[in-house]
C-alpha cells in the first residue's frame, strides 16, 4: 500500500520559514519523481516544485522561484520543501505527489501526472 504523508505544517509569520517533509512508503522511492502542490481556500490546487527521482533536476512555480527549495534524501524515502522568506499568499494545504520516474529525469507539474497523492498538511502564514 502506498502511502505519502506531509509533516510540518503550522503557523508561520510573513517571512519566516518553514519545512515540509513528505514521507514515502509502499513503493521504490528512488524511481519516482516527487512535487509539491498547494490549494488555498476557494482556489485551484496548483504546482509549486517538483524534483526528479535521483534529485538533480527540479522545476518550480514563478511564485516560489527563490524563496523555496525542493529536495529529497533516498536513503529515507523523504521529500522536503524548505519555505523562506514567506508571504500571506503561500498560506494553504500543501500536497506531496509521486510519479514514476526511471531515468531521473521528470519533473511534472501538472496535476494529472502524478499518479499517488498524500493528504496535505497546512500552512498559515500571518501577516
Known amino acids: 500500500q502506498v502511502q505519502l504523508v506531509e509533516s510540518g505544517g503550522g503557523l508561520v509569520q510573513a517571512g519566516g520559514s518553514l519545512r515540509l517533509t513528505c514521507t514515502v512508503s509502499?513503493?521504490?522511492?528512488?524511481?519516482?519523481?516527487m512535487g509539491w502542490f498547494r490549494q488555498a481556500p476557494g482556489r485551484e490546487r496548483e504546482f509549486v516544485a517538483a524534483?526528479?527521482?535521483?534529485?538533480?533536476?527540479?522545476q518550480y512555480a514563478d511564485s516560489v522561484k527563490g524563496r523555496f527549495t525542493i529536495s529529497r534524501d533516498n536513503a529515507k524515502n523523504k521529500v522536503y520543501l524548505q519555505m523562506s522568506n514567506m508571504k500571506p499568499d503561500d498560506a494553504g494545504t500543501y500536497f506531496c505527489?509521486?510519479?514514476?520516474?526511471?531515468?531521473?529525469?521528470?519533473?511534472?507539474?501538472?496535476?494529472?501526472?502524478?499518479?499517488?497523492w498524500g493528504q496535505g498538511t497546512q500552512v498559515t502564514v500571518s501577516s
Open positions: 505527489s509521486g510519479d514514476i520516474d526511471i531515468l531521473g529525469t521528470r519533473t511534472p507539474s501538472f496535476q494529472h501526472q502524478y499518479d499517488h
Open positions: 509502499g513503493l521504490t522511492f528512488s524511481n519516482y519523481a
Open positions: 524534483i526528479g527521482a535521483a534529485g538533480q533536476v527540479k
